[in-house]
Nanobody
Framework: QVRLVESGGGLVQAGDSLRLSCAASGDTFSNHAMGWFRQAPGKERIFVAAVSLKGDSTHYLDSVNGRFTISRDNAKSTVYLQMNSLKPEDTAVYYC????????????????????WGQGTQVTVSS
């Protein structure tokens, strides 16, 4: 089973950028579709972005589309979330997730689709 460790969170001001990383180990990373989710205090965990096995298909939450970019480097077993033009409403704990899949250019937006989760990294955006 793959294991996931997120990094790159922090405290930034509105308009700043951050890049989150999620390093995978323990299983073949390229066999897993990947996603990013976030959970704000007192709210449910929601989908943010997803990427297919080879990185050829991506999908985003409407409110981050055009500001966030998900990418993956299968040689480094890492998925990234580049976050630009951050807003206070982006404040949350961000989690990466992995879904083992057989192939194809599929991405997954439902949390229940994913098999493995990281521990999360806090992103705080001040106004």
């Amino acid at each position: 089973q793959v294991r996931l460790v997120e990094s790159g969170g922090g405290l930034v001001q509105a308009g700043d950028s951050l890049r989150l990383s999620c390093a995978a180990s323990g299983d073949t990373f390229s066999n897993h579709a990947m996603g990013w989710f976030r959970q704000a205090p007192g709210k449910e965990r929601i989908f943010v972005a997803a990427v297919s096995l080879k990185g050829d298909s991506t999908h985003y939450l409407d409110s981050v589309n055009g500001r966030f970019t998900i990418s993956r480097d299968n040689a480094k077993s890492t998925v990234y979330l580049q976050m630009n033009s951050l807003k206070p409403e982006d404040t949350a704990v961000y989690y990466c997730a992995a879904k083992r899949t057989r192939g194809g250019s599929y991405y997954y937006t439902r949390a229940l689709s994913y098999d493995v989760w990281g521990q999360g990294t806090q992103v705080t955006v001040s106004s």
